[in-house]
């Protein structure tokens, strides 16, 4: 059980972003008896077919101490990594994981948020600072609060203000990604694949899978979903025409999933059989909306400016090779519940979280790039001119 005493010095917080960063702070804020708002320019709940995660510990404690949610019931268990080479054949080693989807997570953390809170199609559209908090514009209206959070994702229009160098840069490839019901895959490919987190790394390219919950996270053999991951190399002009849709507009550093271009679509089905192993090729078969992000390297030097904050991926942007995004996220919002409530001044926990977090951040983001390089995937921080790859 938590033991939760008065954070000093403050009585409300605005958070602006209401992904897995702003609702990790808002959870636990609230615990603290502040008078939280979380604005989220998105509207309604994200659909629940959203990729997969590895299961932290600090994502795993968070859910069980902030939102009584056992992580167990809602995670995917592995007792086993699986190796591929190209003709197929595959080795194991025995490690213990567990998986959970993105979905499982935000729902999880939204139903523990007093939904009078969480509002919903509200774009933030101004962060003004003052000495003693921040006016928040929303629309035409102005809210002041005594702390801001900005944790609007690797993409935060408010970074800016408190790390101006902080915009991330593209790492010279992508991540395709797939999604697939349990149910729809054939038995024996199933198998292969159950109990295991599989990975093939081939040249300069890395495709790894594992089953993650199904519908409102349920892990009954049968109803989870299959989740891959497929880093391909691909330059700029190769990003531009990966995430451009299938009705010709430009999405920038993303694909959603069912908009892929018919011919990406096509080349990446080509790809899939002449560079991966069967088993993997046929999970790109059988996914019938693969969808795929920009990998991308973000860092900031400063995660604070007075009393507006960075936290999650509006803070450092961490290759996924890390399986630490989420788990970043949570620990940014522990360590600052923790701060707040042993020390006494406001500007004291405000710095000390500063600290922790800017040395954790720097870690990760040293960490992906490295575990990137040594895969043969991106290319050095200088020149960010990924050569060119199998651009599907």
Not at 5 to 27: C, N, R, Y
Not at 29 to 55: F, N, Q
Not at 190 to 197: I, K, P, T
Request: one cysteine or more; hydrophobic letters at 40%; charged letters at 20%.
């Amino acid at each position: 059980m938590l033991t939760v005493t008065t954070a000093p010095g403050i009585a409300s917080v605005g958070i602006v972003g209401g992904s897995l960063g702003g609702l990790f702070q808002a959870v636990a804020l609230a615990e603290l008896g502040l008078d939280v708002t979380v604005w989220e320019r998105s509207v309604g709940r994200p659909d629940d077919r959203g990729a997969g995660i590895v299961l932290q510990p600090s994502v795993a404690w968070f859910l069980r101490m902030f939102c009584g949610v056992d992580p167990d019931l809602i995670s995917v268990p592995v007792t086993h990594r699986q190796f591929f080479s190209r003709d197929g054949q595959s080795h194991h080693t025995l490690m213990g994981q567990r998986m959970i989807s993105w979905g499982a997570i935000h729902t999880s953390l939204r139903d523990r948020l007093d939904s009078a809170r969480y509002h919903d199609g509200q774009r933030v559209t101004a962060l003004a600072p003052r000495p003693d908090g921040v006016d928040v514009h929303v629309g035409d209206a102005v809210r002041s609060v005594d702390l801001a959070i900005i944790a609007d994702g690797s993409a935060s229009r408010h970074r800016g203000l408190v790390a101006p160098e902080g915009a991330p840069r593209y790492a010279g490839y992508v991540a395709y990604r797939g999604v697939i019901d349990e149910a729809g895959l054939p038995e024996e490919l199933s198998e292969v694949f159950r109990n295991r987190f599989s990975f093939y790394d081939g040249d300069r390219t890395q495709f790894l899978c594992y089953f993650i919950p199904g519908d409102f996270g349920t892990i009954t053999p049968g109803k989870r979903r299959m989740n891959w991951v497929w880093y391909v190399r691909a330059d700029a002009a190769g990003l531009d025409r990966i995430t451009t849709d299938r009705n010709g507009t430009a999405h920038g550093l993303s694909l959603p999933p069912g908009l892929i271009a018919p011919q990406v679509h096509t080349e990446l089905l080509d790809h899939a059989r002449t560079l991966l192993p069967k088993p993997m090729r046929q999970l790109v078969e059988y996914t019938r909306e693969p969808f795929a992000q920009a990998i991308l390297d973000g860092r900031v030097s400063r995660m604070r400016g007075g009393r507006t904050l960075l936290t999650g991926d509006a803070a450092f942007v961490v290759r996924p090779h890390t399986a630490a995004s989420a788990e970043k996220a949570a620990a940014d919002a522990i360590t600052l519940f923790a701060a707040l409530q042993q020390i006494p001044s406001l500007d004291g926990a405000l710095r000390a979280w500063e600290k922790d977090r800017l040395a954790e951040g720097m870690a990760l983001y040293k960490h992906g790039v490295g575990l990137g390089h040594r895969l043969g995937l991106g290319t050095s921080e200088a020149t960010r001119t990924a050569a060119a790859g199998p651009a599907a």
